[in-house]
Structure formats: C-alpha cells, structure tokens
Nanobody
Framework: QVQLVESGGGLVQAGGSLRLSCAAS????????INWFRQAPGQEREFLAA????????YYADSVKGRFTISRENAKNTAYLQMNSLKPEDMAVYYC??????????????????????WGKGTLVTVSS
C-alpha cells in the first residue's frame, strides 16, 4: 500500500507560480512512477505529467509543456509539480498518482487515471485573473 498526500495548492494570481508536493508513505517510493492529473469543475480529469521511478525521464501533456515541471526526490519520498505562468484555466483540483512500472529509468506514457495503482485526494489551485 502507498498513501499519497498532495500539498501546496492555494490562491495565486495569473502569471504566478506554485509548487505542489506529493508526499508518499508506505512501500518504497522508488518502485513507482508518479503522475500528476487535474480536474476542473465540470470537466474531465486531465493528465498533466509523469516521471520515471529514477526521476531521469519525464513526459508532459501538450497543455502544460514548457510551463510545468515534474520532479521527485526519492530520498524524501516526495514528488513535485512546479507550475509557472499560471492561467485562470489552470484552476482545478490537482492530484498525484502512483503506478508500478517495470523499468527504473523509463517513463511510461500512462495518461489514464484508471491505470494508476494509488491516488491522492487532491489539492485545490485557484488562479485569479
């Protein structure tokens, strides 16, 4: 079992930045690829970014590429999502999720929420215009 807890959400002005954290407890953090998703009110849940177990490979949705950066510190059992140049349309609940993958250094292009093995409860990001 892995428990994931997101933090770092809040209110930010358009153009600002936030860094979200995803703290994991339970089984070895480095066994899991970490993905970030978000869900805005009335919209489908959206894949944002993924990072390999090693942290050396990443994959982004086109909607956030160049603005968001995913990273992780296995020694701290924590993953991050640095979000820059935030826009009002980025307002959503942001979730991290974990999935077991066979390769330590490969990031798998798993974009489906249901493919994940564990999920956090989310943190709200509000962007004011």
């Amino acid at each position: 079992q892995v428990q994931l807890v997101e933090s770092g959400g809040g209110l930010v002005q358009a153009g600002g930045s936030l860094r979200l954290s995803c703290a994991a407890s339970g089984r070895s953090f480095s066994m899991y690829q970490i993905n970030w998703f978000r869900q805005a009110p009335g919209q489908e849940r959206e894949f944002l970014a993924a990072i390999s177990r090693s942290g050396g490979s990443t994959y982004y949705a086109d909607s956030v590429k160049g603005r968001f950066t995913i990273s992780r510190e296995n020694a701290k059992n924590t993953a991050y999502l640095q979000m820059n140049s935030l826009k009002p349309e980025d307002m959503a609940v942001y979730y991290c999720a974990a999935v077991t993958t066979p390769s330590y250094n490969t990031v798998y292009h798993y974009t489906d929420w249901d493919t994940m093995d564990y999920w956090g409860k989310g943190t709200l990001v509000t962007v004011s215009s």
